[in-house]
C-alpha cells in the first residue's frame, strides 16, 4: 500500500514538473512570438481584402466607366502613358474588365519604376502609383517585415518556428485534467469569470487558442517558403534544378540567365525559373515567323509599332520583332485569366512573358513567347507543378484567402480576431500574475531532468529551421541567467 501512494506520488510529481517545464517554454514562445503574430494578424487582416480595399482607396486611377465603344489598342494606351511620363515600359496590364483601367509599368530615366493608369476607351492618363507603392503592397511588405529590410524579414522566420512550438505547448496546457475547478468544460469550451479576474483571461486564452490552434499551425507552416533563409534555400533545392520548371515542362530552347521573379511578383515554384531566350531573328523567321505575323501583326503594326519600340518605348525589343498588340493578341487567342500582367522583352534576346496568379489555383499560368515568331517556348500552369510545388500553392493559396472564396476569407479573419484575443488575454493574466520586480518566468520544474526531453524536441526543431535554432540558444542563455538570478515568487 506504501509503495502504490509513493509510486502514485512520484507520477503525479513528474506530471507536474512536465506541466512546467512546458508551461516555462510557452511562456518563451509568447513572449518571443506574441507581439510579431499581433502585427501578422492585423496586416493579415487587411490583406484578404486587398483587392476589396486597393479597389476602394485607388478607385480614382483604377477604375473607369464602361463604355460601349471598343479600348484602344494597348500599344496606343502604352503610348499615351509615356507621352505623360517618358521612360522604359517595363509592364504592362490589359483591363480585367469593363470598367477598369489599363497598367503601364514605366520606368524613368532617374531610374524610378512607376505604374500609370489610362483610361482603355478615351487614352486618358488617369494618374500614377509608385510601382508597389498601393495601400495593400504596403501591408504586404509590413507583414513580411520586408519593409524594414531582410534581416527584418528574417525575424518573421524565426517567429514562424516559435509560433509552432506556442501552438503545440498551448495545446498540453490546455488539455482537460481531472481538476475540480474545471468541471463542465470550464477553461476547456467556456469562459469562466468575469474580466476583473484572472480565470477569465486564462479561460479567453485557452478556449481561443484550442478553436484557432490548428489554424495557426496552418500559418505557419504555410507562411514558411517566403521567409529570407529556410524558404529561400528549400526554395533552391525544389526548384534549383532543369531550369527551375518541372519535368515535362522545359523544352529544348536557350535560357538566359534572367529569373522570372526578378519581372515581378511570382508564385514559389517558379521563383527559380530561368527566362527563355528568343532565337535569333534570322532562325526565327525561318520557324514560324509567319504564322506569329498571321495573327493579327499587320493589324497591330498599323495601331502604333512604332510607338512602342522605338524611342518611345525604350528600344527594348530586336528590329523585326512583333510589337504589344500582337503578344496581347497571342496570350488572349491562348486563353490566358483576365488579370494577367505582360513583361516585355528585355533587348534583343528577350521574351514577351504573360504571367498571371487568379484567386484560382487551376488558372495560374506562365506564358513566354518568341519576340520575332510570337511562338510559344514556355508555356506552364499548375497544373504541370509536380506534387511538393503543387501542395505548397495550395497552402499559400488558403493562407492568402483565396482557395476558397468568402469562406476563406472569413474564415482566416476569424483566426486573425482570435489571434489578437489571445495576445491580449496573455498579457492580461501576465499582468494579474506578476511577481514584483520579476518578470514572472514560471517555475522551473524540481526534477530538472524533465528539461532533457523538451530541449531535444526544441533541437529538432532548431535543425529543420536553422534561424529558429539559433534563436533557441540564445532563450536557453536567457533562461540559465534567469535561473541563476535570485527573485521572489507568490505563493
Known amino acids: 500500500m506504501v509503495n502504490t501512494t509513493l509510486s502514485a506520488a512520484g507520477a503525479a510529481s513528474?506530471?507536474?514538473?512536465?506541466?512546467?517545464?512546458?508551461?516555462?517554454?510557452?511562456?518563451?514562445?509568447?513572449?518571443?512570438a506574441l507581439p510579431f503574430l499581433i502585427l501578422l494578424a492585423l496586416t493579415g487582416a487587411l490583406y484578404l481584402f486587398r483587392d476589396e480595399i486597393d479597389g476602394f482607396v485607388h478607385r480614382d486611377v483604377m477604375t473607369v466607366e464602361a463604355r460601349t465603344s471598343a479600348?484602344?489598342?494597348?500599344?496606343?494606351?502604352?503610348?499615351?502613358?509615356?507621352?505623360?511620363?517618358?521612360?522604359?515600359?517595363?509592364?504592362?496590364?490589359?483591363?480585367?474588365?469593363?470598367?477598369a483601367s489599363a497598367e503601364v509599368g514605366i520606368k524613368t530615366p532617374a531610374g524610378e519604376k512607376m505604374s500609370v493608369f489610362v483610361d482603355p476607351y478615351d487614352r486618358r492618363v488617369l494618374g500614377e502609383i509608385p510601382d508597389k507603392g498601393t495601400v495593400i503592397w504596403i501591408v504586404r511588405q509590413l507583414h513580411s517585415l520586408s519593409y524594414f529590410g531582410p534581416v527584418a524579414n528574417g525575424v518573421i522566420e524565426i517567429v514562424g518556428g516559435w509560433t509552432i512550438l506556442l501552438v503545440g505547448t498551448g495545446v498540453y496546457l490546455w488539455w482537460p485534467r481531472r481538476q475540480a475547478g474545471d468541471r463542465q468544460g470550464g477553461g476547456v469550451v467556456s469562459v469562466r469569470g468575469r474580466p476583473t479576474q484572472r480565470v477569465f483571461w486564462r479561460d479567453l486564452h485557452a478556449v481561443a487558442g484550442i478553436f484557432a490552434g490548428a489554424f495557426i499551425?496552418?500559418?505557419?507552416?504555410?507562411?514558411?517558403?517566403?521567409?529570407?533563409?529556410?524558404?529561400?534555400?528549400?526554395?533552391?533545392?525544389?526548384?534549383?534544378?532543369?531550369?527551375?520548371?518541372?519535368?515535362?515542362?522545359?523544352?529544348?530552347?536557350?535560357?538566359?540567365?534572367l529569373r522570372l521573379s526578378e519581372g515581378g511578383p511570382t508564385s514559389w515554384s517558379l521563383e527559380q525559373a530561368q527566362v527563355p531566350q528568343s532565337s535569333a531573328p534570322g532562325a526565327a523567321h525561318g520557324s514560324g515567323h509567319e504564322s506569329g505575323h498571321g495573327s493579327g501583326h499587320e493589324a497591330a503594326h498599323g495601331s502604333g509599332h512604332e510607338a512602342v519600340h522605338g524611342g518611345a518605348g525604350g528600344g527594348a525589343a530586336g528590329a523585326g520583332a512583333i510589337d504589344l498588340d500582337a503578344a496581347?493578341?497571342?496570350?488572349?487567342?491562348?486563353?490566358?485569366?483576365?488579370?494577367?500582367?505582360?513583361?516585355?522583352?528585355?533587348?534583343?534576346?528577350?521574351?514577351?512573358?504573360?504571367?498571371?496568379?487568379?484567386?484560382?489555383?487551376?488558372?495560374?499560368?506562365?506564358?513566354?513567347?518568341d519576340q520575332y515568331s510570337g511562338k510559344p517556348l514556355i508555356d506552364m500552369s499548375y497544373a504541370d507543378?509536380?506534387?511538393?510545388?503543387?501542395?505548397?500553392?495550395?497552402?499559400?493559396?488558403?493562407?492568402m484567402g483565396q482557395e476558397f472564396g468568402v469562406a476563406n476569407q472569413v474564415v482566416m479573419l476569424a483566426v486573425c480576431v482570435a489571434i489578437v484575443l489571445m495576445a491580449v488575454s496573455a498579457a492580461a493574466m501576465w499582468w494579474k500574475r506578476r511577481p514584483n520586480g520579476s518578470l514572472g518566468v514560471?517555475?522551473?520544474?524540481?526534477?530538472?531532468?524533465?528539461?532533457?526531453?523538451?530541449?531535444?524536441?526544441?533541437?529538432?526543431?532548431?535543425?529543420?529551421?536553422?534561424?529558429?535554432?539559433?534563436?533557441?540558444?540564445?532563450?536557453?542563455?536567457?533562461?540559465?541567467?534567469v535561473i541563476r538570478t535570485p527573485r521572489t515568487r507568490r505563493a
Open 14 to 32: 513528474r506530471s507536474s514538473d512536465l506541466y512546467r517545464a512546458v508551461w516555462r517554454w510557452h511562456f518563451y514562445a509568447g513572449l518571443i
Open 71 to 99: 479600348p484602344a489598342a494597348p500599344t496606343v494606351l502604352v503610348a499615351a502613358a509615356l507621352a505623360a511620363h517618358p521612360g522604359t515600359v517595363f509592364k504592362y496590364v490589359p483591363p480585367a474588365r469593363p470598367t
Open 217 to 257: 499551425l496552418f500559418l505557419a507552416v504555410t507562411g514558411m517558403p517566403w521567409s529570407v533563409f529556410w524558404g529561400s534555400y528549400v526554395n533552391k533545392w525544389a526548384n534549383g534544378t532543369n531550369y527551375g520548371y518541372p519535368a515535362g515542362v522545359y523544352v529544348d530552347v536557350p535560357m538566359s540567365d
Open 328 to 369: 496581347v493578341a497571342i496570350f488572349d487567342r491562348l486563353g490566358l485569366a483576365k488579370g494577367y500582367a505582360v513583361n516585355p522583352p528585355a533587348g534583343p534576346t528577350g521574351v514577351y512573358t504573360g504571367t498571371v496568379y487568379p484567386d484560382d489555383l487551376s488558372r495560374q499560368r506562365v506564358v513566354h513567347l
Open 385 to 399: 507543378y509536380g506534387p511538393f510545388g503543387k501542395a505548397l500553392e495550395w497552402g499559400i493559396n488558403v493562407h
Open 442 to 481: 514560471p517555475p522551473m520544474p524540481r526534477d530538472r531532468g524533465v528539461m532533457r526531453g523538451i530541449l531535444a524536441i526544441l533541437a529538432v526543431g532548431g535543425i529543420v529551421f536553422p534561424l529558429v535554432g539559433a534563436s533557441l540558444l540564445v532563450m536557453l542563455a536567457f533562461d540559465w541567467l
